[in-house]
C-alpha cells in the first residue's frame, strides 16, 4: 500500500487532533486521574490556604513533569511517519507484483510443455 503526502498530511493532523483532545481530557480530568481528590481551599479570614496548597502544588508539578516526558516522546512522530512514508515509496506496486507472478506462472507452464514435448513427462 502506498501512501501519497496528502494521505501522510492527514494522518499527522489525525495524530495531532488526538493528542490535542488527549491533553484537553487530561486537564478536565485534573491530570489524567492519576491526583487523588483533594478539599476546597478554606475560604475567608486570610489562614489556612497556603499550607495545604504547598503539597498540592507539588503534586502538580510533578504530574507536570510526567506530562511533559510523555509529550516528549510524541515528538519522533514526524519523524518517524517520514520514514514509514519512505518506506512505503519503494515497495513494489500491484503492477510489478501481477507481471511478475504472470510470467512466472507461464515460465513453469512452457518448462512442463518443454518436458512433456521431450517424453520426460507423460
Known sequence: MQID?????RLISDIRS???LRAAQVAIEGGGGGLPPTPPLNRGGGGGTFDPM?????KLEAHMENVRAE????STVPADLATLKERV????SKGFIVGTTLTSMTGIVAALGLLKALGILH
Open 5 to 9: 503526502e496528502a494521505q501522510a498530511e
Open 18 to 20: 488526538q493528542i490535542a
Open 54 to 58: 504547598e503539597p498540592r502544588v507539588a
Open 71 to 74: 509529550l516528549g516522546k510524541l
Open 89 to 92: 515509496a519503494h515497495l513494489p
